[in-house]
């Protein structure tokens, strides 16, 4: 076991939370996001314990690339598609399926010879207003599309959803409505339902969903964690104590001497900073575990180490271990007091993190970051 900041992976959590999401959409087809390396998870590592996802979903030609050459062979989805004819004859030779969310990409679709008609994903905008084709433009881009001798047919559609973790928020409903009227006519494979839609909106679970956080065991919504819906946290964020000592009432604790004790305090120094992905932000009173107990983080967080107040966990002692987050540790709740959401804590874990997969399948015996 690594002595400083390492995260474990329970991969066979990934296999059931997946169930998890077919188990609120029985009919549809998984594609898993599995963008920004697996939330911080490992990119090939994820697309590998997940052998039965019927696609994956990456952000950008890169990652879909390294899916490839791991020899991760099921249907790839790219969501920012291709910017210029390299990346799309790319697309093609590696048989990457780019959503197309721009007419732009269509002329080149037209005006770059392939070797065989290329798989797509049409995009609608239904009201996020990030990348998708407008409403006022689908039906011309769909008809361009169809005749398009590049593109494989039928072209499923997707959309995504700006706001369903919020669930009295009347904007899912109305993308849902633009969505269908876009479609009118048409009748494509369509993709919805992120994990917030997949979850909450019965009208997203459709031929497709396309859930990311909740895979990983984390909760979309605000003020819920992933064992409240039903969801194994994969990642454990572990390092150790490295240093206890005894201050007295007044003393001054870290940079900017910001956190000064209260009371005579058994400050605790725990091999765990920034420079790993602990949230900077992360303000006095942000729990960590140490023995199974929830004690305080207090003064600012620095580049390799945070302290903590473990004035009531007489028993601690260096090198005992500190779970940040995960096991018995919501990351959502340490997002809270640290003013982000889990999706940046998760992706937010460095390079120098050991990853350690733990449970049944290990098919790579080195640890790897
Ligand atoms: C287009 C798209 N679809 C699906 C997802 C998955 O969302 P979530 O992780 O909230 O399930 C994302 C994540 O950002 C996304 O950008």
Redesign the pocket.
């Given at each position: 076991m690594s002595g400083s900041a390492h995260a474990t992976l329970n991969l066979a959590a990934v296999a059931r939370n997946l169930a998890r999401v077919r188990g609120f959409a029985p009919a549809a087809k998984v594609m898993a996001?599995i963008?920004a390396d697996a939330y911080g998870h490992g990119l090939v590592r994820i697309a590998r314990s997940l052998p039965d996802a019927d696609a994956f979903?990456v952000a950008r030609l890169d990652e879909g690339l390294a899916l490839r050459q791991a020899g991760i062979a099921q249907r790839i989805a790219v969501?920012q598609g291709f910017a210029n004819a390299r990346e799309l004859v790319a697309h093609a030779q590696h048989g990457l399926e780019p959503i197309i969310h721009a007419p732009r990409q269509i002329d080149l679709l037209e005006q770059t010879p392939l070797p065989a008609p290329l798989a797509v994903w049409a995009k609608l905008d239904s009201g996020m207003h990030r990348l998708g084709l407008l409403p006022e433009e689908f039906d011309a881009c769909m008809a361009r599309l169809h005749a398009c001798p590049a593109v494989s047919k039928p072209i499923p559609v997707m959309t995504?959803l700006a706001n369903a973790d919020m669930l009295q928020d009347p904007l899912t409903e109305r993308q849902l409505a633009v969505f269908g009227q876009a479609l009118d006519g048409l009748r494509p494979e369509r993709g919805i339902g992120?994990?917030?839609g997949l979850m909450a909106w019965t009208g997203t679970r459709v031929e497709w969903v396309?859930?990311?956080?909740?895979l990983y065991g984390v909760s979309?919504f605000p003020y819920r964690t992933g064992p409240d819906d039903g969801l194994e946290p994969v990642m454990t964020f572990r390092t150790r104590l490295i240093a206890i000592k005894q201050l007295r009432a007044g003393d001054a604790v870290g940079y900017g001497g910001d956190w000064i004790c209260p009371h005579p305090t058994r400050l605790g120094v725990a091999a765990v900073g920034y420079g790993d992905g602990y949230p900077r932000h992360a303000q006095p009173g942000t729990p960590v575990l140490v023995r199974g107990q929830r004690v305080p983080l207090i003064g600012r967080v620095s580049m390799d180490m945070i302290t903590l107040d473990l004035t009531d966990c007489p028993a601690a002692q260096v090198e005992d271990e500190v779970i940040l987050w995960g096991e018995d540790l919501p990351v959502e709740e340490v997002a809270r007091h640290a003013a982000t959401i889990p999706?940046d804590l998760l992706c937010g874990i460095t390079p120098r993190v050991q990853r350690i997969e733990i449970g049944p399948r290990s098919r790579d015996p080195n640890p790897t970051t």
């Open positions: 996001v963008k979903a969501l995504h992120n994990s917030a396309r859930p990311g956080i909740m979309p999706y």
